[in-house]
């Protein structure tokens, strides 16, 4: 497939072709369509950490593609030794961000798969399960879109922050697909997109996801939510989330915990739609969370273009941490969880 016979569609932010793995860039949506070509498990890795592709699940399905461009490499080096040199590729496509726990879970499920494997091709085998954690994504995302529109009773406006959309995942969303799932329930008035300073997720992508599908969307700077919560209408915040630790604990994009306490101060509903990949037993609270901090030029620029004085730096977590004490529900695919905490996440496990 040529690139310039792709479609951008949110939907298929990540496409597997005739053996390529074609990444919409995210970083010029929505006036460019571009689709990049990884043809390596290098490429796979570069693409996530400058963020052609993003969005927690999203790079965990990029990145279990990624690990059969990984395995066809080294099989056409080293015939039957093909695992010599892949453990590192694996490395190296884990590093690539080190927040969102979906990159890791994605690569743990593919490494599980590796250790049954025999000498013969492992890319077929590898391949099957990249596309089934593709495919799993998309109905885990449909499944969270039902169970989260139907604790929306009444038609209202929402906040969303970030992009936590089609774009962020292997299709449909996490908090958009509870918009669209409620939107199609007629019970999303509007949606207000937060801009999500620095790289403008919201305005640019969650702007264009939401116009492409129909529904209502107006973006607002990231300080205009307490004004338009304190005039009484908005009913919920929806927000995705790059990994939640098993005390409840949200990690998302930076801002969200100022939303979350703007939220309740208002006495507006938080919910949090994440895919039980998101979940992260391993860390106890979010305290223990990897926050990724990116380059100081992402806050001091706006648009390519030096805003801040010269010599002036800047402090630039890409995440935060809202407390589950903040959080009135989590919303994944095997089922809410209401106020988490500890025991709720494990029962989900159970
Ligand atoms: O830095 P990004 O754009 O990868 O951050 C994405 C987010 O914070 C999303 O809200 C999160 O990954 C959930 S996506 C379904």
């Not at 399960?129 to 169970?147: P, S, Y």
């Not at 989330?241 to 101060?265: E, F, M, Q």
Request: aromatic share 4%.
């Amino acid at each position: 497939m040529e690139t310039s016979s792709l479609i951008a569609h949110p939907d298929h932010a990540v496409i597997w072709d005739q053996e390529r793995l074609y990444l919409l860039d995210q970083r010029l949506l929505p006036q460019q369509s571009h689709f990049v070509v990884c043809e390596t498990a290098a490429d796979t890795g570069e693409a996530i950490r400058t963020m052609v592709v993003r969005g927690a699940p999203a790079i965990g399905v990029a990145a279990a593609y990624g690990v059969v461009l990984a395995a066809r490499m080294r099989f056409a080096e080293a015939g039957e030794h093909w695992r010599a040199h892949l453990a590192t590729d694996l490395v190296l496509l884990e590093s690539a961000r080190p927040t969102a726990i979906n990159l890791h879970w994605a690569i743990e499920r593919m490494r599980g798969l590796i250790g049954q494997l025999d000498h013969l091709d492992p890319v077929p085998a590898l391949l099957a399960e990249a596309k089934r954690i593709h495919a799993e994504d998309v109905v885990a995302n449909r499944t969270m879109g039902d169970l989260g529109a139907a604790l929306i009773t009444q038609p209202t406006a929402i906040i969303t922050h970030c992009n936590a959309g089609a774009l962020a995942t292997g299709g449909y969303g996490t908090a958009l697909g509870v918009v669209r799932s409620a939107h199609a329930a007629g019970n999303i008035r509007q949606v207000y997109a937060d801009e999500t300073r620095p790289w403008m997720q919201g305005a640019r992508l969650t702007a264009w996801e939401l116009q492409q599908s129909g529904i209502p969307v107006i973006v607002q700077t990231d300080h205009a939510a307490a004004s338009l919560m304190a005039r009484g209408e908005i009913g919920w915040v929806i927000v995705g989330s790059d990994r939640i630790a098993a005390n409840g604990d949200v990690c998302n994009k930076i801002g969200t915990y100022g939303l979350a306490v703007l939220a309740r101060h208002h006495g507006v509903k938080f919910m949090v739609a994440a895919p039980t990949s998101t979940i992260d037993l391993a860390v106890a609270s979010g305290e223990d969370i990897p926050i990724e901090q990116r380059s100081a030029d992402e806050v001091l620029g706006c648009a390519g273009q030096r805003i801040c004085p010269e010599g002036v730096s800047a402090y630039n977590p890409v995440f935060d941490v809202t407390p589950a004490a903040l959080v009135d529900v989590i919303v994944t695919e095997r089922g809410v969880i209401e106020q988490p905490n500890v025991a709720k996440i494990q029962a989900l496990f159970a």
